[in-house]
């Protein structure tokens, strides 16, 4: 599963209305990680530790899919799940979302409240936009200045991001699609009669 391209936010994204007296505003981000989630949440909760509530959910890839919801107070039911379903039928992943809601005096009941959850977040969504991510690993490579030429000359024809130092040696960094490494590795070994040996580590 973590090696299959999947859908994302591109960036940031809010979104803000009211509902019959209640500010709601709706924040989503990346987050690679739980960790980067759970930061997420936690940032927006200070920011907007004056609101009524702040209703936290995320999708990360880890394996299995790891998905959380919390009504944070608000009706069982009314305001996670809906946060989360949003995630769900948008099939995006690695994806933090927290809506604020200021309670504006009138109730809205359990309906009223998933459909402003569910809102906050679509708004949100379409705010940030959806970008398809490749899984990259990040492959380090580092040669003799006589082989420096021809690694480069490879990572450039195929079009890959890396960053390049020169001290004694050469050294590569590189971000390459997880599909695609095996083939570049090869590729960089035979052209340097294994000279040129890339050590990887994955980047989701």
Do not use: W
């Not at 709601?24 to 949440?41: K, Q, S, W």
């Amino acid at each position: 599963m973590t090696n299959e391209a999947y859908d994302t936010v591109a960036g940031r994204g809010e979104a803000a209305f009211e509902v019959r007296g209640s500010e709601f505003i709706g924040h989503v981000r990346p987050a690679h990680t739980v960790e980067d989630a759970e930061t997420g949440v936690n940032a927006i909760s200070e920011e907007y530790a004056d609101a009524t509530h702040n209703v936290p959910a995320y999708r990360v890839r880890v394996d299995p899919l790891r998905e959380y919801a919390s009504d944070d107070a608000e009706p069982t039911g009314s305001a996670g799940k809906p946060a989360l379903n949003v995630l769900q039928q948008r099939d995006i992943e690695n994806v933090v979302a927290v809506v604020t809601r200021y309670y504006g005096g009138t109730n809205l009941g359990v309906g009223g409240l998933a459909r402003a959850y569910s809102r906050a977040v679509k708004d949100a969504v379409d705010d940030a936009g959806v970008v398809t991510e490749r899984p990259r690993e990040t492959l380090s490579i580092t040669v003799d200045y006589d082989d420096s030429g021809t690694v480069r000359g490879i990572l450039e024809s195929t079009g890959v991001e890396f960053d390049a130092t020169y001290e004694e040696q050469v050294s590569f960094d590189v971000r390459v699609p997880v599909a695609d490494a095996h083939a570049l590795r090869e590729r960089l070994a035979n052209a340097t009669s294994g000279r040129a040996v890339a050590d990887c580590s994955s980047d989701n």
